[in-house]
């Protein structure tokens, strides 16, 4: 027999006893051969209608399955019209197909989606915190409660009795009501679609409806950690982790903790302290230094009185920051006769200052000039400063200045 026909009778065959929706009859499925219904090119793309699917359409507050058809990649899964579209790279060739899902997102948004119904169960039993948002993704998992916060032992409170309702692992099974049978159940929150509901139970905790796909019981989901809150408008967004998603968060913090244990030769336990006793010593020595820094600009300031008689004093600095060159010139301009114009070659600024009993408007002089030589910067009537490309064009600047205050001052 025709190898093609054989498979064709085996795929009738089982087409009988499986649901068209894989994802729901078979989650354990994520390998099978079908036959394509109709393949569909348009503006915006590739697509394919199968016999039957186990890809997951994005729904539900869950992303939408990823794999492969045949050869061709399945980049979006989209349900329009009561139809199952596969967003694919490329047409197979075939009508005969092997499927296959991307088993590992699969687990981990559906260890993730359940998750969401367990957590947001426990934070209204325990702080009547409802959940009014779900984000799964990539980066981050989240839920967004009509709190406005929550304390360190409340984050604990919830993140204990989550897990321990996994470690009971407890049954979860799905099935459908009509709108008229949803009094029946204490549902979490009434939903939107009046007919075929699917019901999402996790025995005895939480009635929810849900098209997305869960774990069979909570023990799968293995462990929940809380990673983080931050306040989100009027309400508190909670960050968590699942299953795979929570074991390799651990292994990353511990070898952290681990390297920088070994690092500073000290005790897990005892890191806290060590860095904090270091950030103390550091704090002191950048105090001490930044003593030490304008004690030397102090000294550098009166040693440039001793050198000149000029009201105008120009210094260029290879060595010393912008903050550094502040702390000069206002050494520099205290006693009300002088104009300084400094700069500093390390971070390519320079600064004009006087005391503010002198003719000049240090902001609109250099705004005048600074096109000329590709500087940004300003300034108010007594101090302006600058940033230039290059040092060229900062001593070309200052040179510029030079000459034009000239004429404005005492030499």
């Known amino acids: 027999m025709n190898h093609d026909i054989l498979q064709l009778m085996m795929i009738f065959e089982r087409m009988t006893e499986m649901n068209e929706r894989l994802y729901y009859s078979a989650p354990e499925l994520f390998s099978w051969n079908t036959i394509i219904l109709e393949k569909i090119t348009n503006e915006n793309g590739?697509?394919?209608?199968?016999?039957?699917?186990?890809?997951y359409p994005e729904g539900g507050g869950q992303p939408a399955d990823t794999g492969f058809i045949a050869e061709a990649a399945v980049i979006d899964v989209i349900e329009m019209n009561d139809e199952i579209l596969h967003k694919v790279d490329r047409l197979p060739e075939t009508g005969i197909v092997e499927c296959r899902v991307?088993?590992?997102?699969?687990?981990?948004h559906t260890q993730h989606h359940t998750g969401q119904h367990l957590l947001s169960s426990v934070c209204i039993e325990l702080y009547n915190a409802e959940t009014v948002s779900f984000h799964l993704g990539q980066e981050y998992v989240a839920i967004d409660l009509n709190t406005p916060s929550l304390s360190e032992g409340q984050i604990e409170a919830i993140e204990n009795r989550t897990n321990h309702y996994i470690q009971s692992n407890i049954p979860?099974?799905?099935?459908?009501?009509?709108e008229n049978q949803l009094n029946t159940i204490p549902l979490r929150k009434i939903p939107k679609v009046t007919e075929n509901i699917r019901i999402v139970e996790i025995q005895g905790l939480d009635y929810s409806a849900c098209c997305g796909t869960h774990a069979a019981s909570t023990g799968e989901l293995g462990m929940l950690k809380i990673l983080k809150t931050e306040k989100n408008k009027q309400f508190t967004r909670v960050y968590f982790v699942c299953g795979r998603r929570a074991l390799t968060n651990y292994q990353q913090a511990h070898k952290t903790l681990r390297d920088i244990s070994l690092h500073f030769s000290t005790g897990q336990d005892e890191v806290l302290e060590r860095i904090q006793k270091l950030e103390k010593e550091n704090k002191s020595l950048q105090k001490r230094a930044k003593e030490i820094s304008e004690e030397n600009a102090i000294f550098t300031a009166r040693k440039l009185i001793q050198e000149t008689t000029s009201s105008f004093?120009?210094?260029?600095?290879s060595e010393k920051s912008l903050s550094e060159i502040q702390v000069i010139a206002k050494e520099l301009v205290k006693d009300g006769s002088r104009i300084v114009l400094a700069g500093s070659l390390q971070e390519k600024k320079v600064l004009l200052m006087h005391s503010g009993n002198m003719d000049i408007h240090c902001g609109q002089l250099f705004?005048?000039?600074?096109?000329?030589?590709?500087g940004k910067g300003g300034g108010g009537s007594n101090q302006a400063q600058a940033s230039f490309n290059s040092t060229e064009e900062l001593t070309s600047f200052m040179d510029h200045i030079s000459v034009t205050l000239a004429d404005h001052t005492i030499h």
């Open 102 to 108: 991307d088993a590992d997102r699969r687990s981990d």
């Open 46 to 55: 590739f697509f394919i209608i199968l016999e039957e699917t186990a890809f």
């Open 172 to 178: 979860i099974k799905t099935y459908y009501l009509e």
């Open 367 to 374: 705004k005048e000039t600074l096109p000329l030589y590709e």
């Open 313 to 317: 004093i120009q210094e260029c600095f």
